[in-house]
């Protein structure tokens, strides 16, 4: 069963409860109980920008964009990196 989190409007008093879906219909009928909604905590791994291990063919795909945008960030994370590449982004960012 779902946990919802109330809040009475006369009294100002806040709590918790487990119960159906129904149930909190009938409670919250007649508009002296609401709801309370609350920010939502997601875990995820550590070190992690959100999400697991990019793939292989992911990278290959950005690569491929970062070539055809050579001025953009994106091309800066995945763009190729030989030293002519390396130098033109520096001779035109120094620009």
């Known amino acids: 069963m779902p946990v919802y989190d109330f ?8 709590w918790e409860a487990t119960m159906s879906y129904d ?6 009928a007649d508009g002296s ?3 309370v ?3 939502v905590n ?3 791994a550590a ?3 959100g999400g697991g291990k990019v793939p292989d063919h992911f990278k290959e795909v950005m690569s491929k964009i970062a070539d055809a945008n050579p001025n953009s ?5 995945y763009g ?3 030293i002519k590449d390396i130098k033109t982004r520096d001779a035109v960012t120094k620009a």
Do not use: C, R, W
């Open 7 to 14: 809040v009475n409007t006369q009294t100002g008093e806040e």
């Open 23 to 28: 149930d909190m219909k009938q409670l919250t």
């Open 47 to 49: 070190g992690s920008d």
């Open 33 to 35: 109980v609401k709801i």
């Open 37 to 39: 909604y609350k920010q």
């Open 73 to 77: 960030p994106l091309a800066e994370k």
């Open 80 to 82: 190729s990196k030989s």
């Open 42 to 44: 997601f875990v995820h």
